[in-house]
């Protein structure tokens, strides 16, 4: 029955459960919620305390703005004190010591464009008449004459003796073995004292007519190629004779002062240069040839000159005012070379000389005025190699120390290089693997003080390596900061020594 469900059911429900209690309280302690002692000292010990940051001042106080008011006040007063004077020092140095302006190299040297170069192509089947558009007379001989087993023709032309004088040749500039003969070039005084014009006079040795006439001379009286112009056949054999002999004679006086320009282009020409007269002054001179050696008997003066020459020596004594160029290939380039440099201008006057697998053997004076108060500036390029190189770079009596800036370099031969005690400034010796050295003469046997101040000569090096030698040479005390017009030397090599000695 239903009523007996629920009587099971309520029976289900009141059976007995266990029973939640509070524990009785212990005797002896606190019926307190708190925890006791034990018990608040582990939860202590249990707890980990976080550092606290200290608490930044919210303002500075009035001492602490003092001192840095005090501090700042100090840091001015110094820099005023000590600044300002290294400032108006350096300043006023710079002012006294200013730096040359800079050069354009293509007005210090002959430009490329007024090089030495071959003439224009022979006026062809001009049948020697006078060409009003060229301004040359060809193949007018004076004489030919057969003299043995040789033809001879000769022709003679005279200019005035100012302007542009060229003698050029058609030969090419490549070295190789030549037939024909020896061509010949000599520049100097006529022998005549009674000619007052410029002499060119051109002899034509060959060994049949018919080679004879297939050279060919003309003589142009203005323009650029004014002077002479020689053609030679290409197709020469090895029992032909065909050989040219050049002289250009000035006037052995002159009554007034005459300036000339002069271009040579003659390969496989040898070229002699000897004295021109008082009255001639060059402004540019410019010499080019190939397998045959050039040579000054003489020291050629101008404003700038240009040698060029290969497989061949340029040997000789050269003077100029502006700029000096002596370039070879595999030839050997032995001079003397006067430097001359106006220290109102500017300017520094340059020399530069290049050559390959030959050696250089250079002596230079650099002259300047006997009274200037500024230095005069001097610009030296020597460079080489696979041959030996020597330079010995002085001043004149008279000529107070220059500014000289001299760069050597050479690779697989031995350099030296030799200063007198006059230069002033820095020095750097370097090579890859050879040894370096500097010979500095004893400081008794140098002169005194060129300024007159008697400073004592000394030698300070900087590094020294076996390799490298870094240092500065001079009279007196070094001086703190650089000086733009200081001189400076720098001689470097790859695989052979380096010397450099400075003498009385």
């Given amino acids: 029955m239903i009523l007996l469900d629920e009587v099971e059911g309520s029976s289900k429900l009141a059976a007995p459960a ?35 940051k200290p608490s930044f001042p919210k303002r500075f106080g009035s001492r602490f703005w ?41 007005t210090v040297f002959i430009p490329d464009l007024n090089q030495a170069a071959p003439p224009m192509n022979f006026p062809a089947s001009t049948g020697g008449l006078f060409m009003a558009e060229a301004s ?3 193949d007018n001989w004076d004489s030919k004459i057969t003299r043995g087993s040789l033809y001879i023709a000769t022709a003679k032309h005279t200019l005035n003796p100012s302007g542009l004088f060229s003698v050029r040749s058609n030969a090419t500039n490549e070295v190789i073995p030549h037939p024909g003969g020896m061509h010949n070039l000599t520049v100097g005084i006529n022998d005549d004292p009674s000619e007052t014009d410029v002499t060119l006079a051109v002899s034509l040795t060959s060994s049949s007519a018919a080679l004879r006439e297939r050279a060919h001379v003309c003589f142009a009286y203005n323009g650029t190629n004014r002077g002479v112009s020689v053609y030679l056949p290409d197709d020469l054999t090895q029992y032909d004779v065909l050989a040219f002999d050049i002289h250009l004679l000035f006037p052995r006086k002159s009554q007034t ?8 282009y003659l390969p496989m020409f040898k070229q002699s240069f000897g004295h021109i007269g008082p009255n001639i002054r060059m402004e540019d ?21 240009a040698v060029s020459n290969s497989f061949a020596s340029i040997t000789g004594s050269f003077n100029a005012t502006q700029s000096i160029k002596l370039d070879n290939i595999n030839g050997a380039i032995t001079s003397n070379v006067t430097l001359y440099n106006d220290p109102s201008t500017k300017m520094a006057t340059y020399l530069a000389v290049d050559t390959g697998n030959s050696d250089i053997n250079l002596d230079v004076t650099m002259v300047g005025p006997a009274k200037s108060q500024a230095k005069p500036m001097f610009n030296i390029n020597v ?7 020597s330079a010995n770079v002085g001043h004149d009596s008279k000529t107070s120390p220059a500014a000289l800036q001299l760069y050597v370099n ?12 006059k230069f002033m400034g820095m020095f750097y010796l370097h090579s890859k693997i050879a040894p370096v050295s500097i010979d500095p003469q004893p400081v008794v046997a140098h002169p005194k003080d060129p300024t ?23 009279y007196g005390v070094r001086p703190k900061m650089s000086d733009p017009t200081m001189g400076s030397v720098s001689v470097g090599s790859s695989l052979s020594p380096i010397v450099l000695e400075i003498v009385p």
């Fill in 18 to 52: 266990a029973t939640l209690r509070r524990p009785e309280t212990v005797a002896g302690r606190s019926a307190s919620p708190l925890p006791d002692y034990e018990t608040s000292q582990a939860l202590q010990h249990t707890v980990i305390k976080s550092p606290t």
């Fill in 66 to 106: 003092r001192v840095t008011f005090f501090a700042l006040a100090i840091y001015v007063f110094l820099s005023v004190i000590i600044g300002i004077p290294v400032i108006v020092t350096q300043i006023a140095f710079r002012k006294a010591h200013p730096p040359p302006p800079p050069q354009n190299l293509m």
């Fill in 136 to 138: 040359a007379i060809c």
């Fill in 257 to 264: 002062l005459t300036y000339v320009d002069l271009i040579t």
């Fill in 285 to 305: 001179l410019n010499v080019a040839g190939a397998g045959l050696d050039i040579t000054c008997d003489t020291t050629l003066q101008a404003e700038k000159i």
């Fill in 383 to 389: 460079q080489t190699f696979n041959g030996s190189l």
């Fill in 410 to 421: 050479n690779n697989q031969a031995p350099t030296q290089v030799q200063l007198d005690s």
């Fill in 452 to 474: 007159g101040a008697g400073r004592s000569w000394t030698v300070a090096f900087d590094a020294s390596t076996p390799s490298s030698i870094r240092g500065w040479t001079g």
